[in-house]
């Protein structure tokens, strides 16, 4: 079946920008391998017909992969990001197998779909996502009124608690960032280099808006629980769980937070929007060293660590 492409216009109009480039980088990461076992998973179960949705596509890392391995389904590729599904387009606007859709948060994906796909799709696959959706119960509704009978329903996230599968030495990579924002509180309580930042530790108000920051861009992670529970309550069942470790560099970990100085370490200069200060290039600079000071104290100077990877494979019953 081959999807109209409706809103390629819209699309096309934005331009290709650098926020989605430097994302997009993140598929040369060795972290990025969390995709490998969904792709392993998809050859095995769609084919040159299937019709599949990469709902939270981002820039198309997933697809992208997955015609490497001669896996070349149709393709709705849906997101909330007009940069991100902008620099999906780029890549796959040539293919007549690929459709793009925008997801509008407010409106929900039935309506941001602006053509009926209602119990048409084979598959949907969501990667590195599902931990950041606010209404996990509507999207999986949504989900499963999209899917055929037995379609399939694949899920990945580097960002879900599975206490009974998680290796003990292994890592939740959000749960890399609250280390650092509270290793933060000691670097600059020892170094004196960061001692104009020492009065904000005492202003609770203060500190506390940066929690909040902190905790608006890395979601509180859940157990596996939160995510099985809304599946079976909404129409599916699972058909295996799986947790991988996967190899992460700490310096492409480092590389890729970087850009995140804001959210995790805000209350070092401040933000204006949160609490009126403007950070001048040296705060953003001690931002970045002490993120990295933390991270080679979380990771003991090691170069390497491992990122624990949750995987849900369901089927729309
Ligand atoms: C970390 S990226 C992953 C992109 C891609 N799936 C991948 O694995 O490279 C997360 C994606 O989720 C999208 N997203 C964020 N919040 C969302 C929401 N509430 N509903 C649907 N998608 C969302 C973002 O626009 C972004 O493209």
């Not at 492409?5 to 994302?23: P, R």
């Not at 998680?166 to 960061?194: A, G, H, R």
């Not at 202003?203 to 992670?221: A, G, N, S, T």
Request: charged share 25%; proline share 2%; with cysteine.
């Amino acid at each position: 079946m081959v999807i109209k492409k409706l809103q390629d216009n819209v699309i096309q109009n934005a331009n290709v920008t650098e926020f989605a480039l430097s994302y997009d980088s993140v598929k040369y990461h060795t972290w990025y391998d969390n995709l490998n076992y969904l792709i392993n998973v998809s050859t095995e179960t769609f084919n040159d017909d299937s019709l599949v949705m990469d709902y939270s596509c981002g820039t198309g890392i997933f697809s992208e992969k997955l015609n490497l391995y001669n896996c070349t389904p149709h393709i709705v590729m849906m997101d909330a990001s007009l940069k991100y599904l902008r620099l999906a387009y780029e890549k796959f606007k040539d293919n007549p197998k690929y459709s793009f859709r925008l997801l509008d948060l407010k409106k929900g994906i039935e309506e941001s779909l602006v053509d009926n796909l209602e119990g048409k799709l084979d598959g949907i696959v969501s990667t590195n996502a599902i931990h950041l959706y606010p209404t996990i119960d509507e999207t999986i509704k949504s989900w499963n009124g999209l899917l055929k009978k037995g379609g399939k329903l694949l899920i990945n996230s580097g960002n879900i608690n599975n206490p009974k599968m998680k290796t003990p030495s292994s890592f939740l990579i959000d749960q890399t960032v609250n280390q650092i924002f509270n290793l933060s509180i000691e670097i600059v309580k020892n170094n004196n280099v960061y001692a104009q930042y020492r009065d904000k530790l005492y202003d609770i108000d203060y500190f506390e808006k940066y929690v909040e920051l902190k905790d608006r861009y890395f979601l509180p992670i859940r157990n596996i629980d939160y995510y099985t529970d809304s599946l079976h309550k909404n129409g599916f069942v699972v058909k295996e769980i799986k947790t991988i470790d996967i190899k992460a560099n700490v310096k492409e970990w480092f590389d890729f937070l970087n850009v995140y100085d804001e959210g995790i370490l805000g209350w070092i200069g401040g933000v204006k929007k949160v609490t009126g200060e403007i950070a001048t290039l040296t705060d953003i600079q001690n931002r970045l060293d002490i993120m990295e000071e933390a991270l080679n104290i979380i990771f003991d100077n090691k170069n390497h660590f491992n990122a624990s990877w949750n995987y849900i494979i369901c089927e729309k019953i």
